[in-house]
């Protein structure tokens, strides 16, 4: 009796096949990880570079921390043209703040009254 030659069907042999697929993927999956670690330090390296050259760049411009786009341009904070003379204290601007606020709430009661006063109905 003779026996037949096995074929490549057999599931031992498509479960070999596939065992040694999957083998071939861990490989590359394995090969890529230790080069993603052989990489990591050049990678983490260049990375606070950039930032340190980033905050560099902002560090040197000038500007305030407190700008916070060109749009928005507060007299207290931006870049005006007055570089000389001295600036005048919150304190002043406040106080003349109120008055202004007291003298606009007093001529609303003025008009008010005279309006009550003069439309009788």
Do not use: C, Y
Not at 50 to 64: D, F, H, K, N, Y
């Amino acid at each position: 009796m003779r026996r037949r030659p096995s074929k490549a069907g057999t599931p031992l042999n498509q479960k070999q096949e596939e065992l040694a697929q999957r083998e071939s993927q861990v490989r590359g999956e394995m090969e890529k990880l230790e080069r993603m670690i052989a990489e990591a330090p050049r990678v983490a390296e260049e990375t606070t570079r950039r930032q340190r050259e980033e905050l560099l760049t902002r560090a040197s411009e000038g500007r305030s921390r407190l700008d916070v786009s060109v749009a928005l341009q507060d007299k207290r904070w931006g870049d005006d043209s007055r570089t000389g003379g001295r600036r005048v204290s919150l304190r002043k601007e406040r106080r003349e703040g109120r008055i202004i606020f007291l003298v606009l709430v007093i001529a609303l009661g003025l008009a008010v009254l005279w309006l009550v006063s003069h439309l009788h109905f």
